[in-house]
């Protein structure tokens, strides 16, 4: 079965840098979630949408955007980095077809020098 | 907001023992509790779910118990393998048409001795 697609697995940037991580949804999952977990931690939430329309805001700092496109898939976009910016985001979709349950991708692991 | 508490932080157990894994949440409005096992590198996986209408839900060695009146829920593994050595992290929502976004628990992780 298809599952979330997240790009690029691995990241490295320098401070100051820009960077830009992708989502691939599951098929016909039209909600997408942003989340941020760093070592150790629990994922904490960044962002979320709907029908390409962001729905929910957690912890994304100012410096974070996101958007979603008419396919469905999602960016996050990380500008002037910081080193605590390092961590592992995840992306996760879901659908009230498959009764909200969240599905997990295998995630983007960041790390700024 | 919601906050979620879990306990405990590291459990180990011997193989074919049993695990419990505990949590507690805030907001009494939160209508769905997923469990879900991190192995290092990977995302987090969704193992079991239940919702506030049900109060246990079993899918074979794996259960979950939800009490709504002291807003609490557990996950229950028996006969534990190896492979269930994890983080299991507990979450709570709202799931509604506001697509509310899950809050975690501060994970257990769980080591299975052979």
């Known amino acids: 079965a298809a599952g979330v697609i997240q790009s690029p697995r691995h990241l490295i940037k320098e401070k100051r840098e820009t960077a830009t991580l992708k989502c691939y949804p599951i098929p016909r999952h039209d909600t997408v979630y942003w989340y941020q977990q760093g070592p150790g931690q629990d994922p904490q939430f960044l962002i979320s949408?709907?029908?390409?329309?962001?729905?929910d805001k957690g912890s994304i700092p100012d410096r974070f955007s996101a958007q979603q496109f008419s396919d469905y898939h999602s960016e996050l976009n990380m500008s002037s980095l910081e080193l605590g910016d390092s961590a592992l985001y995840f992306c996760a979709s879901s659908s009230d077809r498959d009764n909200y349950g969240y599905t997990f991708g295998s995630g983007t692991r960041l790390t700024v020098v | 907001g919601e906050n979620v508490e879990q306990h405990p932080s590291t459990l180990s157990v011997q193989e074919g023992d049993s695990a419990v894994i505990k949590c507690t949440y805030s907001d009494s409005a939160s209508n769905y509790f997923p469990w879900y096992k991190q192995e290092l590198g990977k995302g987090p996986q969704l193992i079991i779910d239940i919702r506030s209408n049900v109060g246990e839900k079993k899918d074979q060695r794996i259960a979950v118990t939800l009490n709504k009146t002291a807003k609490h829920f557990s996950l229950h593994i028996t006969e534990t393998q190896p492979e269930d050595s994890a983080v299991y992290f507990c979450?709570?929502?709202?799931?509604?048409?506001?697509?509310?976004?899950?809050?975690f628990g501060s994970g257990t992780r769980l080591q299975v001795q052979p």
């Open positions: 979450a709570a929502s709202l799931m509604d048409t506001g697509r509310r976004a899950l809050t």
């Open positions: 949408f709907y029908e390409k329309m962001q729905s």
